[in-house]
T-cell receptor
Framework: GQNIDQPTEMTATEGAIVQINCTYQTSGFNGLFWYQQHAGEAPTFLSYNVLDGLEEKGRFSSFLSRSKGYSYLLLKELQMKDSASYLCAVMDSNYQLIWGAGTKLIIKP | DADVTQTPRNRITKTGKRIMLECSQTKGHDRMYWYRQDPGLGLRLIYYSFDVKDINKGEISDGYSVSRQAQAKFSLSLESAIPNQTALYFC?????????????FGEGSRLTVL
């Protein structure tokens, strides 16, 4: 079966750095996505990785290792507004998105 | 105004009732999707449509039906609602580009079936 694993919840301090991991086992691979979802709101797109390596976008970076079935989202200089759930999703060989359950990130002052 | 609009935003209904959730978009995208989100679970695909004449079942289509009335409109129906269909429902659109695959979500419709 297809599976996306990410931690259920993480806590970090304002101004610090946090890394949210995602491991996957899917039928084929056509890219990995990270979305941010604030409580009660819709998910919004953060990043897309299809090749191995690090993609940086401002305070957020996303890393992919296809051989290890592994990705992480790195958030720097954490702000209170970064408190949200972070969803990892993989596009499989049929170009369908398989979603993880999300990681709830709590930022403390 | 939101690019992807869902109505109603909240609905409480009783077991056995017919419910329709509507979605309209102004992004001009051909592809539209209905997902449900439950606590502790990932988003699960109910139905998707790549154009007006194309409807496809997703992972959890049982108990649901859809209608693609126009490029901009995609509605989800629960013919006879049951309590385990209580969830947050999202409509989403995409332009079908494989290189990004970005989905644009509506604000969500929270459905409670008593």
């Amino acid at each position: 079966g297809q599976n996306i694993d990410q931690p259920t919840e993480m806590t970090a301090t304002e101004g610090a750095i946090v890394q949210i991991n995602c491991t996957y086992q899917t039928s084929g691979f056509n890219g990995l996505f990270w979305y941010q979802q604030h409580a009660g709101e819709a998910p919004t797109f953060l990043s897309y990785n299809v090749l191995d390596g690090l993609e940086e976008k401002g305070r957020f970076s996303s890393f992919l290792s296809r051989s290890k079935g592994y990705s992480y989202l790195l958030l720097k200089e954490l702000q209170m507004k970064d408190s949200a759930s972070y969803l990892c999703a993989v596009m499989d060989s049929n170009y369908q998105l398989i979603w993880g359950a999300g990681t709830k990130l709590i930022i403390k002052p | 105004d939101a690019d992807v609009t869902q109505t109603p935003r909240n609905r409480i209904t009783k077991t056995g009732k017919r419910i329709m959730l509507e979605c309209s978009q102004t992004k001009g995208h051909d592809r539209m999707y209905w997902y449900r989100q439950d606590p502790g679970l990932g988003l699960r695909l109910i139905y998707y449509s790549f154009d007006v004449k194309d409807i496809n079942k997703g992972e959890i289509s049982d108990g649901y039906s859809v209608s693609r009335q126009a490029q901009a409109k995609f509605s989800l129906s629960l013919e006879s609602a049951i309590p385990n269909q209580t969830a947050l429902y999202f409509c989403a659109t995409s332009d079908g580009r494989v290189d990004t695959g970005e989905l644009f979500f509506g604000e969500g419709s929270r459905l409670t079936v008593l």
